[in-house]
């Protein structure tokens, strides 16, 4: 009884822990690859997804499109929440069962260094893309059934060994690199103990068939795929670099002490591989707990060989989520030579504290820094749903400078990305919309290079530049045009900046009858006024004009102003083409500390060479000396 209560405790520990750290975004929408996942669910046959390849771009992900599939007709919307939830749970009972291995490898029976390990492998910065991507959930699904089997397996006892069959036999199913399941758990059953029980003649025919079952799911996927795609081989120069860029992974945190971008930074980091690998090979063989670093390294290695053998570097970079398998490995590792450090006299004990404290210091950063850029992005995507929902399905939306990516402004390892995807390139703002609000707009993403600007994190936005006049034939033609501003604070925003509208009326006109202000509006905002006004064209500009709107204190001073082109300075007036009407959205910040009295906010268009104020013609407005339309009269605040 007391050894259940201890092992309920550390499983609560450890859901407090990881809940602390995944569940405030166990509420994101479907991002990254969820999109293209979700479609290809709801598009396959239940016979299909068994008998085909039927996960995006040809992959083998039978059980996990299941789960999907299954989710999504269960809860439909829900279904997000419920894969996320799946995940995190995973991920925790994962922990669980890695330090129940290590005590069963080791065979040392410590508790406490059990619980290292588990906390290791819970806190593994490299996990984050693992659990909180519903499409990346077959890693934490083929690490159960992997740690399971071997967990079974390690019993010795017929019925464990029979037991462990199972989910060895279905890792396959879950993604391709569970065909590595059953060399897992013929590893861990064979060397598990201090005394590897490898002459038992049992454990020998249960290790042969474990060892067995891949080449059977390797012939199963061959079979479905054709031997041209399974085939397909590497450059030996990426087999290096996802080589190294693997590594980081096994003796993480210590690669940080190597300079980003260093030239010599791969030397450096094979070098340091190979004195901390060989420092541990050394101590655990004297200590007699060889087989533990055999079973970690042993463990890692095939973990990430799929990978490492058959996806370009290109890919590797960007997907941390492919050691998480091998991370088990990595924690039995660490937890021994800590445990090793432990053993010595008082001052052993004095540095296993401290290397505890500094590996949880430098995960901690890794995974904060991760958290603040999922906050920031999870923001940004949740306020575009509830933007885009106050427009009609089928319209046209230009996204501008929408981000892709996020990821950390200082790099704290030598190799890959430390930053989080939010819609690649490949599965556009469209198909986000549509996996998380069930209705389609024709959307089109553009990069806006004139107004980006640095920020806290490093990004990269959706789409290309497509030159003024292709950027003003696109947004004058759509119905809504957003914008992504990265504010100095922090935050990213997602503002509307206009889009096409009807003429009703024609206020002023600028120039002789060319560019007319249709009309105008003025709302509050939190700490702006939201100016909104609709433009025409009614004969050709052939000056570079500029519009400019002003905001008049009390005491009749400029307080506020925002000059540029239309539709958020990417429509130049002579760009636009007769008969055209769009609707303009500015802002005009108000300062905390405005004086309280009557505003006004003064409408206007110069020439951008010469700075010069047009003319205009209105039988609403009286024309003043300054050219300046006298828009609306507010107080404030």
């Known amino acids: 009884m007391r050894s259940l209560g201890l092992r309920l405790a550390t ?11 995944f ?17 290809a669910a709801r598009d396959a046959r239940w016979a299909e997804i068994w008998t085909s390849l039927r996960w995006p771009v040809g992959y083998y992900r039978s059980l996990g499109l299941t789960l999907w599939k299954a989710a999504d007709l269960l809860w439909r919307e829900g ?43 819970l806190l593994f910065p490299f996990s984050l893309q693992a659990v909180i991507y519903p499409s990346a959930l077959i890693h934490p699904l083929v690490a159960f059934l992997t740690l399971l089997g071997a967990l079974l397996a390690s019993t010795h006892t017929l019925r464990g060994m029979v037991g462990a069959l199972f989910p060895v036999a279905l890792a396959p199913f879950a993604a391709e690199h569970g065909v590595m399941a059953g060399w897992l758990v013929c590893l861990a059953t064979v060397l598990s103990g201090k005394r590897p029980v490898a002459a038992d003649s049992r454990v ?33 120069a990426d087999w290096g670099r996802n080589a190294l860029y693997f590594l980081q992974g096994l003796i993480t945190p210590l690669p940080q002490a190597i300079p980003a971008g260093w030239p010599a930074g791969s030397a450096a980091l ?22 533990v670093w ?34 088990a490995g990595a924690a039995w590792i660490w937890a021994e030579g800590i445990q090793w450090l432990a053993r010595r006299p008082s001052w052993g004990r004095i540095l296993a504290a401290v290397g505890i404290g500094a590996v949880a210091l430098a995960h901690g950063a890794f995974l904060k820094s991760m958290h603040e850029q999922l906050k920031a992005g999870g923001a940004l995507v949740r306020e575009t749903l509830r933007q885009v929902r106050e427009v009609p399905p089928g319209s046209t939306l230009v996204f501008i400078n929408y981000p892709s990516w996020l990821a950390s402004s200082s790099e704290r390892y030598p190799f890959g990305h430390e930053g989080i995807p939010l819609i690649p390139d490949y599965v556009g703002i469209g198909a986000f919309l549509h996996a998380n609000l069930g209705e389609s707009w024709e959307v089109l993403a553009l990069s806006f290079p004139d107004v980006l600007q640095p920020w806290r994190f490093r990004y990269g936005t959706l789409g290309s530049w497509p030159g003024w006049e292709g950027m003003a034939e696109i947004v004058q033609r759509a119905d809504a045009v957003f914008r992504v501003d990265y504010r100095t604070e922090g935050s990213l925003r997602l503002v509307r900046v206009g889009g096409r509208r009807p003429c009703p009326f024609e206020w002023a006109s600028f120039g002789p009858g060319s560019l007319v202000l249709c009309e105008a509006s003025v709302e509050r905002g939190k700490g702006e006024l939201i100016v909104l006004t609709t433009w025409a064209l009614r004969a050709p500009v052939h000056e570079d004009w500029t519009v400019f709107l002003h905001l008049y204190g009390p005491d009749g001073r400029l307080v506020a102003q925002e000059d540029g082109y239309l539709i958020g300075k990417t429509l130049p007036p002579r760009w636009m083409r007769v008969g055209a009407s769009v609707q303009d959205i500015r802002r005009l910040p108000i300062s905390p500390t405005a004086s309280l009295g009557a505003y006004r906010i003064g409408l206007g268009v110069y020439r951008s060479d010469t700075g010069e104020r047009v003319n205009f013609h209105s039988g609403m407005f009286v024309p003043q000396e300054d050219r300046v339309i006298p828009l609306a009269a507010i107080d404030l605040p």
């Not at 499983?11 to 750290?21: A, P, R, S």
């Open 11 to 21: 499983l609560l520990l450890l859901g407090g822990l990881g809940w602390g750290l």
């Open 23 to 39: 569940g405030p975004f166990l509420s994101l929408p479907y991002l990254f690859d969820d999109p293209v996942v979700l479609r």
């Open 79 to 121: 279904a997000v929440l419920a894969l996320r939830g799946l995940g995190l749970a995973l991920h925790i009972f994962n922990a669980a069962l890695v330090g129940l291995l290590y005590r069963r490898i080791s065979g040392s029976g410590s508790r406490w260094a059990a619980l290292l390990a588990a906390f290791w492998f």
């Open 204 to 236: 020998r025919i249960f290790a042969w068939i474990y060892g067995m079952l891949p080449m059977a799911s390797l012939a199963l996927w061959v079979s479905l795929a054709g031997p041209g795609k399974a085939m397909r081989g590497l450059p030996v």
């Open 270 to 291: 094979a070098l340091l591989g190979l004195i901390v690998l060989g420092a541990l090979a050394f101590v655990f063989y004297q200590s007699g707990y060889i087989s």
């Open 294 to 327: 055999v079973v970690g390294v042993g463990w890692y290695g095939l973990a990430v060989l799929p990978a490492l053998l058959t996806r370009p570097f290109v890919y590797v970079m960007d997907g941390p989520r492919l050691m998480y398998l091998g991370a």
